[in-house]
């Protein structure tokens, strides 16, 4: 199985280069709002075009089916191939296949958040991506709506609106920002819980009704702090979970007296691509 795998991921379209891209920094409270487009945070696979193809963060071309792009313009887009709320898993699936299904990628849309190496501020950048899809009026090419905020209590406000039916979360972007690759503050992510990674170094085997599978995962933190994540896991996962070495992201609200995460829940296998 393990040489199945290897043999898989050897044989993916490499890139020539991981596309540099623009990362954003933790939203806080000292912002003015009122500077910066809004928007939320599609939980989906973030994808950049070149012109040519859709190569995923870590420098794999994602096998898209030509139809899909046929009507995407020759010049560099960053965003997010996105099927929905709460449909990452699915997302993903669908996006790491070798060999597309047409019938699944019928159902994706590439959301568009910024134009790499353009000019001017981010102001001017959404209305040269409305303009670009107006332009190609491909039916799988959007642009995430940008909106903006009064203040941080209604920032806070809109937060929980939109988690509320699923949302992942805000992105803020300065509204004057011309374009730059990194991490930066003038983009900023605003969720109500923080979340990173870790990677699986162990099981705990399951008690009671999950008797025979996996109780827990035992991750260890870039720090080389180890604990277990238990929360979260279907009963899928905890019949096959995540392979040792493979990387998962998790939640979790701030940090117990011995420095480990508190509440710990687990999220998703992180992107794979």
């Known amino acids: 199985m393990l040489i199945l795998v290897l043999l898989i991921y050897c044989c993916q379209s490499a890139a020539a280069s991981k596309p540099e891209l ?19 945070k ?29 009507g995407f313009p020759p010049r560099a887009l960053d965003g997010e191939l996105w099927l929905g709320r709460n449909q990452f898993a699915a997302t993903l699936s669908i996006v790491s ?13 590439y959301y568009l958040f910024e134009l790499p190496d353009a000019a001017g501020t981010f102001t001017g950048r959404i209305s040269a991506m409305q303009a670009l899809t107006q ?3 491909s039916p799988y090419l959007q642009v995430v709506k940008q909106f903006r905020i009064a203040d941080n209590v209604h920032l806070l406000a809109k937060l929980a609106e939109l988690e509320s039916v699923g949302a992942e979360g805000l992105m803020l972007h300065h509204q004057d920002a011309l374009y730059k690759t990194g991490r930066s503050s003038d983009l900023l ?29 035992v991750v260890k933190t870039p720090e080389g702090k180890e604990f277990a994540i238990g929360s979260g896991l279907t009963d899928a996962l905890r019949q096959t979970p995540p392979e040792i070495g493979a990387v998962v992201t998790y939640r979790y609200n701030g940090y117990t007296r011995h420095g480990l995460p508190r509440f710990a829940r687990f999220l998703r296998v992180r992107e794979a691509l």
Do not use: C
């Open 22 to 40: 623009l990362l954003a920094e933790v939203y806080h409270e000292q912002i003015d709002v009122q500077h910066y487009w809004v928007s939320e």
């Open 42 to 70: 599609l939980d989906g696979v973030r994808a950049y075009w070149d012109g040519k193809q859709l190569i995923s963060r870590g420098g794999n071309v994602i096998a898209a089916p030509a139809w899909f792009v046929a």
């Open 97 to 109: 296949k070798l060999q597309p299904v047409d019938s699944e990628w019928q159902h994706i849309r």
């Open 135 to 137: 332009q190609y009026s």
């Open 189 to 217: 992510k605003l969720k109500t819980y923080q979340d990173t990674e870790a990677q699986v170094v162990g099981y705990r085997p399951g008690k009671g009704k999950y008797q025979g599978m996996v109780g827990a995962l």
